[in-house]
């Protein structure tokens, strides 16, 4: 079992910048062999998957946050990143992380809001 928590969320003006962690506990060992995926969820949608990073660190991005979102893993410390730039008011939500099939127990995420 592998629990999850997130964090480095914040009320951020538009075009800010934000960086969240995602760090795993538990079954350490999983985490390495997992491709990961940061997700968000805005007021009244579904979530949805935003970035993912494999094992080989190759990156894919909705075309929502391509050029804006990066996001990185540290194998070591079980955690992975999303560095938020140029942000907008549609990027408000609550973000999470998980492998990129979802396999494990959601965290409570991170709230995330751009605003003036």
């Known amino acids: 079992q592998v629990q999850l928590v997130e964090s480095g969320g914040g009320l951020v003006q538009p075009g800010g910048s934000l960086r969240l962690s995602c760090t795993a506990s538990g079954n350490i060992f999983s985490f390495s062999i997992y491709a990961m995926g940061w997700y968000r969820q805005a007021p009244g949608k579904q979530r949805e998957l935003v970035a993912t990073i494999t094992v080989q660190r190759d990156t894919n991005y909705v075309d929502s946050v391509k050029g804006r979102f990066t996001i990185s893993r540290d194998n070591a410390k079980n955690t992975v990143y999303l560095q938020m730039n140029s942000l907008k008011p549609d990027d408000t939500a609550v973000y999470y992380c998980?492998?990129?099939?979802?396999?494990?127990?959601w965290g409570q995420g991170t709230q995330v809001t751009v605003s003036t």
């Open positions: 998980n492998t990129a099939r979802e396999r494990w127990s």
